[in-house]
């Protein structure tokens, strides 16, 4: 009697081990995160299917006076937009335990870049930046923003 429920249970550990393990999804990186230069501040949140981020908070908003544009857009009539308020970076896809496929914009360059980025066990989120192979690219760590920051109007 004791032998057929041997049978089931190593059976049953059989089903375990073959069947393929879930993989893990990535820790919400949702919220509000300074740049690794602290100059500014980007709102990371879902957009569609994927998750994106929006600049709310610079250091230094305006310049002479004015609000700061994307003057150094390449598309000559995006040049007037504000930077507040501007989208970044966006297609982030959660895949594994980290987020990949996406893009960001660097507003003070005008060049836009592939993007993948994945949450660090010191609680800093990496945004990793790169054109062609991301082994190659550049790695900034952002930190979770305090509670009191302000925003941009």
């Not at 049953?12 to 602290?38: C, F, Y």
């Not at 989208?87 to 982030?92: K, M």
């Not at 836009?112 to 190659?136: C, H, P, W």
């Amino acid at each position: 009697m004791r032998r057929p429920l041997m049978l089931s249970a190593l059976a049953a550990l059989s089903l375990l081990v073959a069947a393929p393990a879930a993989k893990a999804a990535p820790e919400d990186i949702s919220g509000v995160w300074v740049t690794d230069d602290g100059q500014g501040a980007v709102e990371i949140a879902p957009c569609g299917g994927a998750v994106c981020g929006r600049i709310v908070w610079l250091k230094t908003p305006t310049m002479d006076g004015q609000p700061l544009r994307d003057a150094r857009n390449p598309d000559t009539s995006a040049r007037n937009r504000p930077i507040c308020g501007l989208r970044v970076f966006g297609d982030l896809q959660a895949k594994g335990n980290r987020y990949e496929g996406g893009w960001i914009y660097d507003p003070e360059t005008g060049s836009r870049y592939r993007l993948s980025a994945e949450l660090r066990k010191n609680g800093r989120l990496a945004m990793i930046g790169f054109v062609g192979l991301e082994a190659l690219g550049e790695t900034m760590e952002w930190t979770r923003a305090p509670g009191s920051l302000g925003r941009c109007s």
